[in-house]
């Protein structure tokens, strides 16, 4: 079975410039998360989606951070402008069953994104 | 707010040795998850702990947890430089729309020869 696909890997970019990360689930799964792990921490929830739609962006910064999963599989999350403080490895996963479900979380290898 | 707090964070022991990595939160769950991260690497699924007692066991690590305590625990025995790695914990709240996980800072594990 394959894993949580994420791309690219790697991204360097200048503050104030926009940035977009992919992500491809685990196939059939509907819960797809969206995390920022900032260097020697744990990782941070962003966004979470059941299918197509958002249940939780509490914790998005909305002012630059967006995130769309149009067809219930895939997803891209942009940030629009970028600040140095994003910095951090962003990193996609997915679970299947029922949202009240204790199912485990899937991560993919994540994107290191390096802001100067 | 939902504090979870690992210990130690920082843990370099020899070959052969047994520890412990503590995990308390501040919050009633009763659901918790351990993970492991090889440097640059993602994070890969150790255990699910879905109970007040519930213990489960892989190899050389053994999770436990206590949700009257609000403790988890990894033991970890005779250790192999193979388990080099930063483990987290991660705790359900599990809030109105389904889960919802807060992680730990991690504990950088090195093990020695």
């Known amino acids: 079975e394959a894993g949580v696909a994420q791309s690219p890997r790697y991204k360097i970019i200048e503050k104030r410039q926009s940035v977009a990360f992919w992500c491809n689930p685990i196939s059939g799964h509907a819960t797809l998360y969206w995390y920022q792990q900032i260097l020697g921490q744990g990782p941070k929830l962003l966004i979470q989606?059941?299918?197509?739609?958002?249940?939780?962006d509490s914790q998005l910064p909305k002012d630059r951070f967006s995130a769309e999963r149009l067809k219930g599989v895939d997803s891209t999350l942009k940030i629009q402008p970028a600040k140095l403080e994003d910095s951090a490895v962003y990193l996609c996963?997915?679970?299947?069953?029922?949202?009240?479900?204790?199912?485990?979380?899937?991560f993919g290898p994540g994107t290191r994104l390096t802001v100067l | 707010e939902l504090k979870v707090e690992q210990n130690p964070l920082f843990l370099s022991m020899q070959e052969g040795k047994n520890y412990t990595i503590y995990c308390n939160y501040s919050t009633t769950s009763d659901r918790l998850y351990w993970y492991r991260q090889d440097p640059g690497k993602s994070l890969e699924s150790l255990f699910v702990?879905?109970?007040?007692?519930a213990v489960k066991q892989e190899g050389r690590l053994m999770a436990s947890l206590d949700t009257k305590a609000r403790l988890s625990t990894l033991h970890i025995t005779a250790a192999v430089h193979d388990l080099s790695a930063t483990y987290f914990c991660a705790v359900d709240l599990r809030g109105n729309y389904g889960q919802n996980f807060v992680f730990g800072p991690g504990t950088r594990l090195s093990v020695l020869p």
């Open positions: 989606f059941q299918n197509n739609g958002v249940v939780d």
């Open positions: 702990l879905l109970s007040n007692g």
């Open positions: 996963a997915s679970s299947g069953g029922t949202p009240h479900g204790p199912d485990t979380q899937y």
